[in-house]
């Protein structure tokens, strides 16, 4: 068996958007180098931006994890190289890779809160697929830094909705407001996890790399209800899906 990776936890912090680069204390995912939560196994709760490093490249087969994570073909998150992406979301949610795209899993990351796992945050991607650089941020932002008009793709996690905007200080010509359309829990726990997936900008309806603010709560007159991310598998804790990047 291998062992449990830890690390520091380091949040860097500006323009009220934040890069967790970092350890979860909330999500987790164990990844089985065999179908059905076999054969050996790793427990990653932060960023994984090469399996390689952990001896584990090209290597999973099923997990069973707690969070929105999202497990990429190529190494950096697909940034360099287009991809597959496995997305699977829950708490204590076991699933299988499908066999097309098992041990082929090169990097993994999650979305939301390191510290709570159903924390209302918003995380905007400068790739679709959830590819690329990231912010996250638990509040309004006037402006996303760097991010500013190269968002491609958007999670939120936790109950609350969030406006986006396609100019700075939450104005522009358009707007959007973006709900989180999967609800999981464990009864016996009374643990809730809801995310919002939208991995494209026809997912979001805002055009690609021309959102620049977000407010928290639903401000516009155009709401999104539900994304047209494909789950191929869902259940009352848990759901995943395939993204062709
Ligand atoms: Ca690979
Ligand atoms: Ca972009
Ligand atoms: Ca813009």
Aim: hydrophobic share 30%.
């Amino acid at each position: 068996m291998k062992h449990i990776l830890t690390s520091s936890l380091v949040l860097l912090v500006f323009g009220g958007a934040a890069t967790p680069t970092t350890a979860s204390y909330s999500s987790e995912t164990r990844c089985y180098a065999e179908p059905n939560q076999h054969g050996e196994w790793f427990d990653f709760n932060d960023y994984v931006h090469e399996l390689g490093t952990y001896d584990f490249d090209n290597t999973i087969e099923s997990i069973r994890e707690t969070g929105m994570w999202m497990y990429y073909d190529n190494i950096n998150y697909n940034t360099d190289q287009a991809g597959w992406v496995f997305w699977a979301s829950g708490i204590d949610f076991c699933g299988n890779v499908p066999t097309q795209y098992a041990n082929t899993a090169s990097s993994l990351r999650y979305a939301g809160s390191p510290y709570s796992l159903d924390d209302e945050t918003w995380t905007v991607y400068s790739g679709q697929s959830f590819t690329g650089h990231e912010h996250m941020g638990y509040k309004d932002a006037s402006s996303l830094g760097s991010l500013g008009d190269q968002v491609s793709s958007i999670i939120i996690v936790g109950k609350s909705a969030w406006t986006f905007y396609d100019g700075t200080d939450f104005h522009g010509t358009n707007s959007v407001c973006l709900r989180p359309n999967f609800e999981f829990d464990l009864d016996s726990q009374g643990r809730v996890l809801h995310v919002g997936i939208y991995p494209t900008p026809s997912d979001f309806h805002i055009s690609d790399n021309n959102i620049e603010s977000v407010r928290k709560g639903c401000w516009s007159e155009r709401v999104v209800l539900g994304t047209t991310v494909i789950a191929n598998y869902t259940s009352p804790n848990g759901a995943w899906g395939i993204i062709h990047g």
